[in-house]
């Protein structure tokens, strides 16, 4: 049986799931119940599209709290994220990651870097076809053959075959295309006035760049590539002792935490949660 790798970007999940809770939350202090019952409904929905052989979630929780490579080269890049917003989105992360933990699930984090260069490891590094389930289209860079990208609001899987009419660009031009325009979520400005038809006459050779946009360029390619970890040996050597530690699967620790976060709707489904995760990961880690 081939093996299945899901690999899920936490921060992104976790920031869809906690507007959606605050939307359906009656009172303020339903919020957190309801921010990880529906994080949680999340990954099995996705478990249950893809009956992965293993769950990896990354986070952006460093080991080193400190300037990231992409932070010193562009002192701007991410910083007009809102860090008040961003408190209360992450309030239930250590909680979250105790339930995937208990769940068999791999919590997967950077030594210096980023959660996007933990899933670009793992995609490197893992047997068999890998999922990532993301809405950020920096990881349409890591498409190949073994390596699919789900978008879990356009409900469409992005692979090798349909790249270009989910991204209107080719794969072999899309990350060029990425550093001509930049990114404003990351807060990485591109060249002034290149849109989708003067980057295509760009491709298509029709005028040369100047010498401050090449610049640009260059910049916007060594803030947005997912390979950096590669040069870090320090960084690969975190990854692959993750790699390398066996999962904590505990269905009565699954139980006590649903019980004690008043996931009642979990608790009454236990059974399908049981045979989705628990007994899988029971028959992956005996017959491998």
Wanted: proline letters at 2%; charged letters at 30%; hydrophobic letters at 35%.
């Amino acid at each position: 049986m081939k093996k299945i790798n899901l690999i899920i970007d936490g921060n992104n999940l976790i920031h869809r799931t906690y507007w959606q809770a605050k939307l359906n939350a009656k009172e303020e202090k339903d919020i957190q119940g309801l921010h990880i019952l529906f994080t949680l409904r999340a990954v099995y929905h996705y478990a249950s599209l893809y009956r992965p052989t293993n769950t990896w979630i990354c986070w952006d929780e460093r080991l080193i709290y400190e300037p990231t490579p992409r932070q010193e080269l562009f002192t701007e890049y991410k910083a007009n994220r809102n860090k008040e917003n961003n408190n209360n989105v992450y309030a239930n992360n250590q909680i979250l990651i105790e339930i995937f933990d208990s769940m068999g699930i791999r919590n997967f984090y950077p030594r210096r870097l980023e959660a996007d260069d933990c899933v670009a490891y793992l995609c490197d590094a893992l047997d068999g076809m890998k999922v990532v389930v993301s809405v950020d289209k920096d990881f349409m860079q890591l498409i190949k053959n073994d390596v699919v990208v789900y978008s879990p609001i356009k409900k469409v899987e992005v692979t090798t075959e349909n790249f270009e009419q989910h991204n209107d660009v080719s794969k072999e031009h899309f990350f060029l295309f990425k550093c001509l325009r930049g990114d404003k979520s990351d807060n990485v400005p591109g060249i002034q006035g290149m849109g989708p038809k003067r980057i295509k006459r760009y491709i298509d050779g029709k005028f040369e760049l100047t010498e401050e946009q090449q610049l640009i360029v260059d910049r916007n390619k060594e803030l947005f590539r997912l390979d950096k970890y590669k040069e870090d040996n320090e960084e690969c050597d975190f990854y692959k002792q993750q790699c390398d530690q066996s999962s904590k699967l505990n269905w009565e620790q699954f139980l006590n935490l649903c019980e004690r976060y008043e996931l009642n709707s979990i608790i009454t489904q236990k059974e399908s949660w049981h045979d989705l995760f628990f007994m899988k990961n029971i028959l992956t880690e005996l017959f491998g």
